[in-house]
């Protein structure tokens, strides 16, 4: 049977050149899980994600994909990933959401092959997916960073990955679409079982969206389930990142506190 994790890092050591960016880092995701990862600049997030993709090979430990050591796995469609920076397009690119969608169907082809009318009901369930059924036939350029990145989310999952990485996903997002966009990614992971994995920086806004949590700083400081992470005191939150963070706590959390009198 396969394994219930998803994805698995087992003590993990990476340096780019001099100093460690990652040290002993163990992880495991579960089927189903959307998961938080969250961390200073420049503690090692995104090269974790790379780590995980096999865009950087660790000095040491091991990654297992759906319970198979990485070094044999081949099905990489089961993984979708939106790299950061992803939604960069100037005004005058010239494809149109369907086609840029329709490309996360030809990924080893380049962006522009033709890809036949049978695909159809495929691509415009993932336009669907992402809510953007109304900008379909508009050039990407001419959308906001947060419709753009919603679009780059449907091209991912077009192929009908079984998890979803997104590295930074809301940079370029303005601030009151940001909860939205969570909410798009939470239907996702209920409505398509998609297991989701998310580096943010937006710690208080994903606290009451994933089921789990993960705060890297070059070593993993927590790696849990929401619950146990509210019970992390918010003083050693601003200790494991230098400065003061804000945590929004749960909205139903004091709805269950009884009474004071
Ligand atoms: N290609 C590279 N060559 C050398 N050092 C690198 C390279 N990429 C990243 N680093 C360094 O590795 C460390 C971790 O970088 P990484 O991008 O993984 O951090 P991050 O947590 O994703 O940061 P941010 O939140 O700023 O995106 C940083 O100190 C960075 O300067």
């Known amino acids: 049977m396969e394994s219930s994790n998803v994805i698995e890092l087992k003590n993990i050591h990476y340096r ?3 100093d460690l960016v ?3 880092i163990n992880l495991a995701v579960p089927r189903g899980a959307f998961l938080g990862i969250v961390g200073p600049n ?9 780590i995980i993709l096999g865009l950087q090979k660790p000095r040491k430990g091991s990654v297992l994909l759906f319970g198979q050591q990485q070094s044999k796995f081949r099905d990489w469609e089961r993984i979708g990933y939106v790299s950061q920076k992803a939604n960069a397009f100037n005004s ?10 329709a490309s996360g169907l030809t990924k080893k082809a380049g962006l522009f092959r033709m890809i036949g009318n049978k695909r159809r009901p495929q691509i415009e369930k993932a336009i669907r997916a992402v809510s953007m059924e109304d900008f379909q036939d508009r050039n990407i350029g001419e959308l906001s960073g947060g419709q753009q990145q919603r679009v780059f989310i449907a091209r991912a999952i077009v192929s009908e990955p079984d998890v979803l990485i997104l590295d930074e996903p809301t940079v370029g997002v303005d601030s009151k679409n940001v909860q939205t966009f969570y909410d798009m990614l939470e239907r996702l992971n209920k409505e ?7 580096v943010t920086h937006d710690i208080g806004t994903i606290t009451n969206k994933v089921t789990h949590v ?6 993993m400081h927590f790696h849990g389930s929401t619950e146990d992470f509210e019970q992390v005191k918010d003083s050693e939150l601003s200790q494991f990142y230098g400065h003061d963070v804000q945590r929004l706590h749960h909205d139903h959390e004091h709805s269950h506190e009884a009474p004071t009198r």
């Open 42 to 50: 420049g503690s090692g997030k995104s090269t974790m994600l790379k």
């Open 214 to 219: 993960a705060c890297l700083n070059n070593t």
């Open 92 to 101: 005058g690119f010239p494809a149109t959401v369907y086609e840029i969608v």
């Open 192 to 198: 398509l079982s998609l297991t989701l994995m998310l």
């Open 16 to 18: 780019y050149d001099r």
């Open 22 to 24: 990652l040290t002993n």
